[in-house]
Protein backbone atom coordinates (compact mmCIF):
# COMPACT_ATOMS: atom_id res chain seq x y z
CA UNK A 1 0.00 0.00 0.00
CA UNK A 2 3.12 2.52 1.27
CA UNK A 3 4.73 1.78 -2.32
CA UNK A 4 1.20 2.59 -4.33
CA UNK A 5 0.46 5.71 -2.40
CA UNK A 6 4.00 7.05 -3.61
CA UNK A 7 3.24 6.32 -7.14
CA UNK A 8 -0.19 8.46 -7.09
CA UNK A 9 1.27 11.78 -6.71
CA UNK A 10 2.97 10.95 -10.59
CA UNK A 11 -0.72 10.06 -11.60
CA UNK A 12 -2.06 12.91 -10.27
CA UNK A 13 0.21 14.52 -12.33
CA UNK A 14 -0.02 12.87 -15.78
CA UNK A 15 -3.78 13.77 -15.37
CA UNK A 16 -3.52 17.69 -14.79
CA UNK A 17 -0.83 17.28 -17.76
CA UNK A 18 -3.28 15.14 -19.67
CA UNK A 19 -6.51 17.73 -19.25
CA UNK A 20 -3.50 20.57 -19.84
CA UNK A 21 -2.47 18.74 -23.67
CA UNK A 22 -5.79 17.16 -24.73
CA UNK A 23 -8.70 19.59 -23.58
CA UNK A 24 -9.46 23.64 -24.74
CA UNK A 25 -9.28 24.09 -20.43
CA UNK A 26 -6.61 26.72 -20.54
CA UNK A 27 -8.35 28.16 -23.67
CA UNK A 28 -11.75 28.50 -21.86
CA UNK A 29 -9.99 29.25 -18.54
CA UNK A 30 -8.04 32.40 -20.19
CA UNK A 31 -11.71 34.04 -21.38
CA UNK A 32 -12.99 33.48 -17.48
CA UNK A 33 -13.15 36.57 -15.06
CA UNK A 34 -10.10 37.10 -12.62
CA UNK A 35 -11.14 34.88 -9.48
CA UNK A 36 -11.80 31.50 -11.61
CA UNK A 37 -8.23 32.11 -13.33
CA UNK A 38 -6.51 32.68 -9.81
CA UNK A 39 -8.46 29.15 -8.59
CA UNK A 40 -7.38 27.37 -11.63
CA UNK A 41 -3.99 28.12 -10.99
CA UNK A 42 -3.91 27.88 -7.64
CA UNK A 43 -5.31 24.03 -8.07
CA UNK A 44 -3.02 23.06 -10.40
CA UNK A 45 0.30 24.88 -8.77
CA UNK A 46 -1.10 22.25 -5.87
CA UNK A 47 -0.77 19.69 -8.37
CA UNK A 48 2.94 20.53 -9.16
CA UNK A 49 3.72 21.27 -5.02
CA UNK A 50 2.52 17.68 -4.61
CA UNK A 51 4.26 16.29 -7.50
CA UNK A 52 7.46 17.77 -6.93
CA UNK A 53 7.07 16.54 -2.76
CA UNK A 54 6.92 13.23 -4.15
CA UNK A 55 9.80 13.90 -6.41
CA UNK A 56 12.16 14.94 -3.98
CA UNK A 57 11.36 11.56 -1.38
CA UNK A 58 12.68 9.90 -4.79
CA UNK A 59 15.77 11.83 -4.97
CA UNK A 60 16.73 11.02 -1.56
CA UNK A 61 16.37 7.09 -2.38
CA UNK A 62 18.63 8.01 -5.09
CA UNK A 63 20.71 9.60 -2.63
CA UNK A 64 21.07 7.35 -0.09
CA UNK A 65 22.32 4.45 -2.57
CA UNK A 66 24.50 5.95 -4.52
CA UNK A 67 25.96 8.62 -1.94
CA UNK A 68 26.76 12.24 -2.17
CA UNK A 69 27.47 14.09 -4.02
CA UNK A 70 26.25 11.99 -7.22
CA UNK A 71 22.63 12.04 -5.55
CA UNK A 72 22.24 15.81 -5.93
CA UNK A 73 24.29 15.76 -9.17
CA UNK A 74 21.09 13.24 -10.60
CA UNK A 75 18.51 15.53 -9.64
CA UNK A 76 20.45 18.69 -10.95
CA UNK A 77 20.98 17.37 -14.48
CA UNK A 78 17.75 15.90 -14.90
CA UNK A 79 16.38 19.81 -13.84
CA UNK A 80 19.13 21.79 -15.66
CA UNK A 81 18.29 19.25 -19.05
CA UNK A 82 14.67 19.58 -19.13
CA UNK A 83 14.88 23.53 -18.30
CA UNK A 84 17.51 23.84 -21.61
CA UNK A 85 14.88 22.19 -23.52
CA UNK A 86 12.23 24.24 -22.76
CA UNK A 87 14.02 27.21 -23.27
CA UNK A 88 15.58 25.96 -26.39
CA UNK A 89 12.26 25.31 -27.67
CA UNK A 90 11.11 28.55 -26.93
CA UNK A 91 13.33 30.40 -28.62
CA UNK A 92 12.89 28.25 -31.47
CA UNK A 93 8.80 28.16 -31.68
CA UNK A 94 7.52 30.66 -29.65
CA UNK A 95 7.65 34.78 -30.18
CA UNK A 96 11.22 36.42 -30.84
CA UNK A 97 12.21 37.49 -27.12
CA UNK A 98 15.98 38.27 -27.08
CA UNK A 99 15.80 38.65 -23.27
CA UNK A 100 14.10 35.16 -22.38
CA UNK A 101 17.70 33.71 -21.66
CA UNK A 102 18.40 36.38 -19.01
CA UNK A 103 15.49 37.05 -17.38
CA UNK A 104 15.23 32.51 -17.14
CA UNK A 105 18.85 32.18 -15.77
CA UNK A 106 17.81 35.99 -13.27
CA UNK A 107 14.99 34.39 -11.98
CA UNK A 108 16.96 31.16 -11.13
CA UNK A 109 19.61 32.96 -9.39
CA UNK A 110 17.77 34.89 -7.16
CA UNK A 111 15.01 32.11 -6.54
CA UNK A 112 17.60 29.54 -4.98
CA UNK A 113 20.36 31.89 -3.95
CA UNK A 114 18.32 34.08 -1.92
CA UNK A 115 14.52 32.71 -1.03
CA UNK A 116 15.01 28.83 -0.97
CA UNK A 117 18.85 29.00 0.31
CA UNK A 118 17.58 31.50 2.86
CA UNK A 119 14.49 29.21 4.09
CA UNK A 120 16.83 26.31 4.29
CA UNK A 121 20.14 28.86 6.19
CA UNK A 122 17.13 29.26 8.74
CA UNK A 123 15.86 25.82 9.42
CA UNK A 124 18.94 24.46 9.57
CA UNK A 125 20.45 27.26 12.15
CA UNK A 126 17.57 27.09 14.58
CA UNK A 127 17.72 23.37 13.94
CA UNK A 128 21.26 23.06 15.22
CA UNK A 129 20.79 26.19 17.87
CA UNK A 130 18.93 24.43 19.96
CA UNK A 131 20.97 21.22 19.90
CA UNK A 132 23.83 23.38 21.18
CA UNK A 133 22.18 24.94 24.20
CA UNK A 134 24.41 25.20 26.71
CA UNK A 135 23.38 24.21 30.61
CA UNK A 136 23.36 27.74 31.36
CA UNK A 137 21.19 27.99 28.64
CA UNK A 138 24.09 29.98 26.35
CA UNK A 139 24.44 28.44 23.06
CA UNK A 140 27.74 27.41 22.39
CA UNK A 141 29.79 28.76 19.01
CA UNK A 142 31.56 25.94 18.19
CA UNK A 143 28.35 23.40 18.37
CA UNK A 144 26.55 25.71 15.82
CA UNK A 145 25.67 24.42 12.25
CA UNK A 146 28.16 24.76 9.20
CA UNK A 147 29.24 23.87 5.87
CA UNK A 148 31.80 22.46 4.15
CA UNK A 149 33.88 26.12 3.81
CA UNK A 150 36.11 24.84 0.71
CA UNK A 151 33.10 23.08 -0.97
CA UNK A 152 31.06 26.08 -0.51
CA UNK A 153 33.87 28.74 -1.31
CA UNK A 154 34.50 26.32 -4.44
CA UNK A 155 30.89 27.21 -5.72
CA UNK A 156 30.75 31.29 -4.38
CA UNK A 157 34.06 31.43 -6.66
CA UNK A 158 32.12 29.72 -9.69
CA UNK A 159 29.12 31.28 -9.71
CA UNK A 160 30.60 34.72 -8.99
CA UNK A 161 32.55 34.20 -11.94
CA UNK A 162 29.84 33.28 -14.22
CA UNK A 163 27.07 35.17 -13.21
CA UNK A 164 29.10 38.48 -13.83
CA UNK A 165 31.05 37.48 -16.86
CA UNK A 166 27.39 36.48 -17.92
CA UNK A 167 24.91 39.04 -16.90
CA UNK A 168 27.05 41.85 -15.97
CA UNK A 169 30.02 42.61 -18.30
CA UNK A 170 27.62 42.53 -21.44
CA UNK A 171 26.43 45.57 -20.28
CA UNK A 172 30.17 46.98 -20.80
CA UNK A 173 31.03 45.29 -24.16
CA UNK A 174 33.15 47.97 -26.31
CA UNK A 175 32.01 45.41 -29.66
CA UNK A 176 28.05 45.86 -29.50
CA UNK A 177 25.43 48.28 -28.08
CA UNK A 178 22.76 45.30 -27.20
CA UNK A 179 24.35 44.07 -23.85
CA UNK A 180 25.86 41.18 -25.45
CA UNK A 181 29.27 40.47 -26.61
CA UNK A 182 30.31 40.02 -30.62
CA UNK A 183 30.57 36.44 -31.99
CA UNK A 184 34.29 35.91 -31.40
CA UNK A 185 33.62 36.62 -27.83
CA UNK A 186 30.41 34.90 -27.19
CA UNK A 187 32.42 31.90 -28.72
CA UNK A 188 35.06 32.28 -26.01
CA UNK A 189 32.52 32.64 -23.02
CA UNK A 190 30.80 29.72 -24.22
CA UNK A 191 34.00 27.37 -24.43
CA UNK A 192 34.90 29.13 -20.97
CA UNK A 193 31.06 28.18 -19.24
CA UNK A 194 31.46 24.49 -20.48
CA UNK A 195 35.21 24.37 -19.50
CA UNK A 196 34.35 25.47 -16.21
CA UNK A 197 31.52 23.18 -15.21
CA UNK A 198 33.20 20.28 -16.49
CA UNK A 199 36.32 20.96 -14.03
CA UNK A 200 33.53 21.38 -11.47
CA UNK A 201 32.25 18.39 -12.39
CA UNK A 202 35.31 16.43 -12.54
CA UNK A 203 36.37 17.61 -8.92
CA UNK A 204 33.17 16.94 -7.24
CA UNK A 205 33.11 13.92 -8.56
CA UNK A 206 37.06 12.46 -8.13
CA UNK A 207 39.30 12.67 -5.51
CA UNK A 208 37.73 16.45 -4.20
CA UNK A 209 34.31 14.75 -3.74
CA UNK A 210 35.10 15.29 0.24
CA UNK A 211 35.24 19.33 -0.04
CA UNK A 212 31.65 18.54 -0.84
CA UNK A 213 30.53 15.89 1.77
CA UNK A 214 28.43 17.22 5.25
CA UNK A 215 30.71 18.65 7.77
CA UNK A 216 28.80 17.73 11.26
CA UNK A 217 29.70 19.70 15.23
CA UNK A 218 31.78 18.66 17.22
CA UNK A 219 29.61 17.31 20.02
CA UNK A 220 32.06 15.04 21.66
CA UNK A 221 32.69 17.11 24.88
CA UNK A 222 28.95 16.75 25.78
CA UNK A 223 29.02 12.89 26.10
CA UNK A 224 27.95 13.56 29.80
CA UNK A 225 25.12 15.58 28.80
CA UNK A 226 21.89 13.98 28.53
CA UNK A 227 21.14 13.91 24.34
CA UNK A 228 18.40 15.57 23.11
CA UNK A 229 16.24 13.73 20.72
CA UNK A 230 15.26 15.50 17.59
CA UNK A 231 11.74 15.34 16.96
CA UNK A 232 12.03 15.98 13.25
CA UNK A 233 15.20 13.24 12.65
CA UNK A 234 12.79 10.54 14.81
CA UNK A 235 9.72 11.13 12.54
CA UNK A 236 11.84 11.34 9.45
CA UNK A 237 13.63 7.94 10.39
CA UNK A 238 10.17 5.97 11.73
CA UNK A 239 8.55 6.74 8.28
CA UNK A 240 12.23 5.00 6.57
CA UNK A 241 11.07 2.17 9.42
CA UNK A 242 7.41 2.02 8.46
CA UNK A 243 8.22 2.62 4.88
CA UNK A 244 8.99 0.75 1.82
CA UNK A 245 11.94 2.00 -0.09
CA UNK A 246 12.25 1.39 -3.94
CA UNK A 247 14.95 0.01 -6.13
CA UNK A 248 17.30 2.45 -7.53
CA UNK A 249 15.79 2.11 -10.56
CA UNK A 250 12.42 2.71 -9.72
CA UNK A 251 13.26 5.91 -8.07
CA UNK A 252 15.61 7.47 -11.06
CA UNK A 253 12.86 6.63 -13.28
CA UNK A 254 10.15 8.14 -10.85
CA UNK A 255 12.45 11.07 -10.25
CA UNK A 256 12.97 11.65 -14.36
CA UNK A 257 9.29 11.19 -14.82
CA UNK A 258 7.61 13.39 -11.93
CA UNK A 259 10.55 16.06 -13.19
CA UNK A 260 9.76 16.14 -17.04
CA UNK A 261 5.54 16.10 -15.70
CA UNK A 262 6.68 18.95 -13.40
CA UNK A 263 7.93 20.71 -16.15
CA UNK A 264 5.53 20.39 -18.70
CA UNK A 265 2.39 21.65 -16.62
CA UNK A 266 4.41 24.97 -15.73
CA UNK A 267 5.39 25.37 -19.08
CA UNK A 268 1.28 25.01 -19.92
CA UNK A 269 0.52 27.33 -17.03
CA UNK A 270 2.48 30.12 -18.62
CA UNK A 271 -0.38 31.32 -20.64
CA UNK A 272 -2.52 30.84 -17.78
CA UNK A 273 0.35 33.18 -15.60
CA UNK A 274 0.46 35.47 -17.91
CA UNK A 275 -3.50 35.93 -18.16
CA UNK A 276 -3.60 35.98 -14.62
CA UNK A 277 -1.16 38.52 -14.33
CA UNK A 278 -2.36 40.66 -17.17
CA UNK A 279 -6.07 40.49 -15.34
CA UNK A 280 -4.42 41.77 -11.89
CA UNK A 281 -2.61 44.47 -13.68
CA UNK A 282 1.13 42.85 -12.54
CA UNK A 283 4.31 43.35 -14.94
CA UNK A 284 4.51 40.74 -17.02
CA UNK A 285 7.89 40.06 -15.74
CA UNK A 286 6.30 38.41 -12.85
CA UNK A 287 4.82 35.81 -15.01
CA UNK A 288 8.52 34.30 -15.62
CA UNK A 289 9.49 34.22 -12.20
CA UNK A 290 6.38 32.24 -11.23
CA UNK A 291 7.17 29.59 -13.84
CA UNK A 292 11.19 29.53 -12.90
CA UNK A 293 9.84 29.09 -9.00
CA UNK A 294 7.59 26.26 -10.01
CA UNK A 295 10.33 24.60 -12.06
CA UNK A 296 12.69 24.91 -8.79
CA UNK A 297 10.07 23.51 -6.48
CA UNK A 298 11.39 20.21 -7.05
CA UNK A 299 14.44 21.01 -6.12
CA UNK A 300 13.16 23.77 -3.75
CA UNK A 301 11.96 21.06 -1.45
CA UNK A 302 14.78 18.45 -1.98
CA UNK A 303 17.09 21.06 -0.23
CA UNK A 304 14.14 22.40 2.59
CA UNK A 305 14.13 18.14 3.68
CA UNK A 306 17.74 18.12 3.68
CA UNK A 307 17.85 20.95 5.70
CA UNK A 308 15.52 19.68 7.98
CA UNK A 309 17.58 16.51 8.30
CA UNK A 310 20.35 19.44 9.18
CA UNK A 311 21.97 18.25 6.21
CA UNK A 312 22.90 21.94 4.99
CA UNK A 313 25.61 20.79 2.32
CA UNK A 314 23.24 18.64 1.07
CA UNK A 315 20.97 21.39 0.55
CA UNK A 316 23.68 23.92 -0.96
CA UNK A 317 25.02 21.14 -3.37
CA UNK A 318 21.78 21.05 -4.79
CA UNK A 319 21.02 24.68 -5.24
CA UNK A 320 24.37 25.63 -6.12
CA UNK A 321 24.92 23.27 -8.15
CA UNK A 322 21.64 24.02 -10.34
CA UNK A 323 22.48 27.49 -10.42
CA UNK A 324 25.82 26.90 -11.69
CA UNK A 325 24.65 24.60 -14.18
CA UNK A 326 22.16 27.01 -15.43
CA UNK A 327 24.49 29.60 -15.93
CA UNK A 328 27.00 27.75 -17.22
CA UNK A 329 24.70 25.86 -19.62
CA UNK A 330 22.44 28.04 -20.53
CA UNK A 331 24.47 30.56 -21.82
CA UNK A 332 26.15 28.84 -24.32
CA UNK A 333 23.36 26.95 -25.19
CA UNK A 334 21.41 29.97 -26.41
CA UNK A 335 23.84 31.71 -28.04
CA UNK A 336 24.49 29.00 -30.34
CA UNK A 337 20.66 29.25 -31.17
CA UNK A 338 20.60 32.62 -31.35
CA UNK A 339 23.99 31.92 -33.68
CA UNK A 340 21.97 29.44 -35.88
CA UNK A 341 18.55 30.84 -36.30
CA UNK A 342 19.91 34.62 -36.31
CA UNK A 343 17.77 35.46 -32.99
CA UNK A 344 18.85 38.33 -30.86
CA UNK A 345 19.74 37.48 -27.53
CA UNK A 346 20.46 39.90 -24.40
CA UNK A 347 22.57 39.02 -22.31
CA UNK A 348 23.05 42.05 -19.64
CA UNK A 349 20.97 42.99 -16.62
CA UNK A 350 19.49 46.29 -16.44
CA UNK A 351 21.18 48.47 -13.90
CA UNK A 352 18.62 47.79 -11.15
CA UNK A 353 18.82 43.74 -11.53
CA UNK A 354 22.57 44.22 -11.80
CA UNK A 355 22.81 45.80 -8.34
CA UNK A 356 20.58 42.85 -6.72
CA UNK A 357 22.61 40.14 -8.42
CA UNK A 358 26.13 42.11 -7.19
CA UNK A 359 24.27 42.39 -3.44
CA UNK A 360 23.01 38.47 -3.46
CA UNK A 361 26.42 37.44 -4.40
CA UNK A 362 27.98 39.51 -1.53
CA UNK A 363 25.36 37.21 1.03
CA UNK A 364 26.69 34.03 -1.13
CA UNK A 365 30.25 34.20 0.79
CA UNK A 366 30.23 30.96 2.72
CA UNK A 367 30.06 31.55 6.05
CA UNK A 368 32.10 29.16 9.22
CA UNK A 369 29.00 29.00 11.41
CA UNK A 370 25.16 29.48 10.34
CA UNK A 371 22.82 31.68 12.71
CA UNK A 372 20.19 32.17 10.99
CA UNK A 373 20.61 35.90 10.14
CA UNK A 374 22.50 35.19 6.99
CA UNK A 375 19.16 33.13 5.86
CA UNK A 376 16.95 35.83 6.69
CA UNK A 377 19.21 38.46 4.55
CA UNK A 378 18.64 36.71 2.00
CA UNK A 379 15.10 36.16 2.34
CA UNK A 380 15.15 40.33 3.01
CA UNK A 381 16.87 40.53 -0.84
CA UNK A 382 14.42 37.72 -2.17
CA UNK A 383 11.15 39.79 -0.81
CA UNK A 384 12.28 43.11 -2.37
CA UNK A 385 13.15 41.17 -5.41
CA UNK A 386 9.97 39.60 -5.87
CA UNK A 387 8.32 43.21 -4.58
CA UNK A 388 9.36 45.18 -7.73
CA UNK A 389 8.65 41.81 -9.66
CA UNK A 390 4.76 43.27 -8.78
CA UNK A 391 5.07 46.80 -8.56
Known amino acids: MTSLLRFAPLLLGLAALALLEFTPIIS ?20 VVVLSKNVADYADDVSEVIGQPFGTLV ?12 VASTMLKGESNPTL ?24 AIRQGRMALADDGLIDADELASTNLIGSNTYFLMISTMSVLALIIPNFSP ?43 DLSHQEDKPTEEDPIKETLQSEEITGTAPSLQTS ?11 VLISE ?35 SIQASISGEMQRSINTLYGSVLATVSLTVPAVLAIGEITHTRVI ?23 LTGIEGLMRLVVFGFWLLLQVF
Open 347 to 369: LGLDPFSSVLLVLTLFLLRPMPR
Open 75 to 86: LTGSVITIELAL
Open 252 to 262: ALMLMAGLLVV
Open 268 to 302: SMGHLIETGITDLGLPSSLAGALVALLILAPEALN
Open 101 to 124: ARDSMFSVLMIALTGITGICNIIV
Open 175 to 217: TTSEANFSTPVNVVLSIVAVGVYAIFLTAQISSYSSLFAEVMP
Open 28 to 47: WLEIQSTAIVITGLAILSTV
